[in-house]
């Protein structure tokens, strides 16, 4: 069964400190993997998609890297700032129409 | 920059009776889902359309979930009967056009409650 999961489920960091958040899947035949971004009570924001064929993927503050063989990608948040508290979502497209999501790391920076 | 728009933002609804929740996907996007997220839960697909048809769906969509697309702009779930279960924050998406290599942009979320 194709699966995606997330630990730790919760994050508490400082303010200004560097941090990386995970995901693992149990099919490395991906054809690509999305983070998110939910606020509470709100949708989903997306972050950074990256490809089967990419090991890292950039935007900002944030760094994606993908590492198929051994079913992880990592979500890399420099700098961290209040604003950055939220639940960061991994979801995987393992070949088909539907993206299939983790449980989500609930972070909270801490000022 | 373009989004993807839900309407109502909260449903609630007695058991038994029927809903329609409605989305307005980005328009150069060619490819719909609805996704549903139950309290405390992961984010779950229920059904993707293309081409004003339903290319895949989960076990969750079942007799009681259709899809249409009654226009050019407008993308709808309908529950026919309404279960308690059935209340959850239900999410429309859409992509592009080409391969699964574009990213799925999703809505703010319809809150369905079932009493």
């Known amino acids: 069964k194709q699966e995606v999961t997330q630990i730790p489920a919760a994050l508490s960091v400082p303010e200004g400190e560097n941090l990386v958040l995970n995901c693992s899947f149990t099919?490395?035949?991906?054809?690509?993997l999305q983070w998110f971004r939910q606020d509470p009570g709100k949708g989903l924001t997306s972050l950074l998609l990256i490809q089967s064929s990419q090991r890292e993927q950039t935007s900002g503050r944030l760094n994606a890297s993908l590492d198929k063989s051994s079913g992880r990608s990592t979500l890399y948040i420099a700098a961290s700032q209040p604003g950055d508290s939220a639940t960061y979502l991994c979801a995987v497209n393992f070949g088909n129409e539907k993206l299939t999501f983790g449980t989500g790391t609930r972070l909270t920076i801490i000022p | 920059e373009p989004e993807v728009t839900q309407t109502p933002s909260h449903q609630v609804t007695q058991m038994g009776q029927e809903v329609i929740l409605r989305c307005v996907p980005i328009?150069?996007?060619?490819?719909f889902y609805w996704y549903r997220q139950i309290l405390g839960q992961k984010v779950e697909f229920l059904v993707s359309?293309?081409?004003?048809?339903?290319?895949?769906k989960s076990e969750i969509f079942d007799d009681q979930f259709s899809v249409e697309r009654p226009d050019g702009s407008n993308f709808t779930l309908k529950i026919r009967s309404t279960k308690l279960e059935d209340s959850a924050m239900y999410f429309c998406?859409?992509?592009?056009?080409?391969?699964?290599?574009?990213?799925?942009?999703f809505g703010d979320g319809t809150r369905l409650s079932i009493l």
């Open positions: 328009s150069n996007h060619l490819y």
């Open positions: 359309f293309y081409n004003n048809e339903i290319s895949e």
């Open positions: 099919d490395s035949a991906i054809y690509n």
């Open positions: 998406a859409s992509r592009k056009e080409g391969q699964y290599n574009q990213p799925q942009h």
